[in-house]
């Protein structure tokens, strides 16, 4: 069996035979623990709540009153008939000018039409994967690497790196300053690589930030363009949670922004990965943009897009429905009102058991901290914490250690993914869970007062709901919890 297990990787590449997809990562294996025990209201009440998915549901009821307004946008619509011979031969890979005209506006609209982008310089991609993927094969040979602040997506392991062979260098930011990009952790990482003979081609940031849900101001930017322009190198800019943005006290900036206002650079080493996943909640119909500064990465990343188009039918439905100006501009205030409102809701939730989250301002997301409950500090308890939240508590959160982050402790939670009755479900499943810990550590005296308090500070119903939800076992990690 060995033996023939041998040949048979000995007849595929290295890339089918290998590991490089990184799908042993806790991140994936999250998914799978959901998959096979998926949470249903009726059917599986007790299953795994997944909250490992960067989803947005909260505004689909938006774009199905459109449709069923719009039905020509569809040509597969009785009212759209007469556009189906057209749209259905298009293989064009410039894409519909009509499409590239309704993202270039639509990408200027969520940053507040305070920068402009050219039609010209959409490429269209199948989702932000195939565009990262597509950036990396125009910016950087076999081996070449880009800096990457921590904590960063779990899925540029694979995007970037598993067919490209180019390497992901962490510049490491840590919970002493709230996760801040600074200039001595980028210029450390650089100086890092430099004395292991690594050539990076690049810095890629994720703004607003996956997982952080923060993002970067208007002075961090204007370092990193200058540290780029200093090492003559590339930055990658993914911009996919712009719209995700709720925060009132503050306005998202983008890359383009910086370049186009506040600070000269060589723009060509400039670039922005986009898509309609997060912002519209539209990640089956895989929207990916790839704008570049670069007239030769438009250039070679157009012609890459042969092997990830996106479907003409979709491109017509969406350049209709980005042209329309009201739905566009009611949506985008609906989406970042709702995002807030569940925010809120969650992050209130969660401090009323005691656990903090850090301060974020966008994304689907909360970036949890949990640290207070490990044994030790270390990825191993972290992982032993984990198992528990996934098994016993049967919620899919992921594991800081996944997104890379040099504290152990911290929880990606996506909030965006579900009903309301569900996160109600979630919060009392967190809240029982919480409560069996205090009762493992507490005095009776003082767990009698917690108690009363918490229950004070929740309805009825939810409390139902919180002593119903999965029980801890006493054999979990968390009995011997250290503060």
Known sequence: MAFALSNQEQLLSKIAAGNGHGEDSPYFDGWKAFESDPYHPTKNPNGVIQMGLA?????????EDWLMNNPKASICSAEGLNEFKGIANFQDYHGLPEFR??????????RGNRVTFDPDRIVMSGGATGAHETVAFCLADPGDAFLVPT???????????????????????????DFKVTMEALEAAYEKAQESNIRIKGVLITNPSNPLGTFLDRETLKDIVSFINEKNIHLVCDEIYAATVFTKESSFVSIAEIIDQDIACNRNLIHIVYSLSKD???????V???????????????????FGLVSSQT????????????FVEKFIAESAKRIAERHKAFTWGLSQVGIGCLKSNAGLFLWMDLHHLLKEQTYEAEMALWQVIINEVKLNVSPGSSFHCPNPGWFRVCFANMDDRTMEIALSRITSFMLKNVEAKVPNKKKLCWQRSLRLSMSSRRMDDFMASPCMSPQSPLVQART
């Open 151 to 177: 904590p960063y997506y779990p899925g540029f392991d694979r995007d970037l790196r598993w067919r490209t062979g180019v390497q992901l260098v962490p510049v490491v930011c840590d919970s002493s300053n």
């Open 288 to 306: 990916g943009i790839i704008y570049s500064y670069n007239d030769q990465v438009v250039s070679c990343a157009r012609k890459m897009s042969s």
């Open 315 to 326: 491109q017509h439905l969406i350049a209709t429905m980005l042209s329309d100006d009201q």
């Open 55 to 63: 989803e947005n549901l909260l505004c689909h009821e938006l774009v």
């Open 280 to 286: 519209m909640g539209f990640p089956g119909f895989r």
């Open 101 to 110: 005209n309704a993202v270039a506006k639509f990408m200027g609209k969520v």
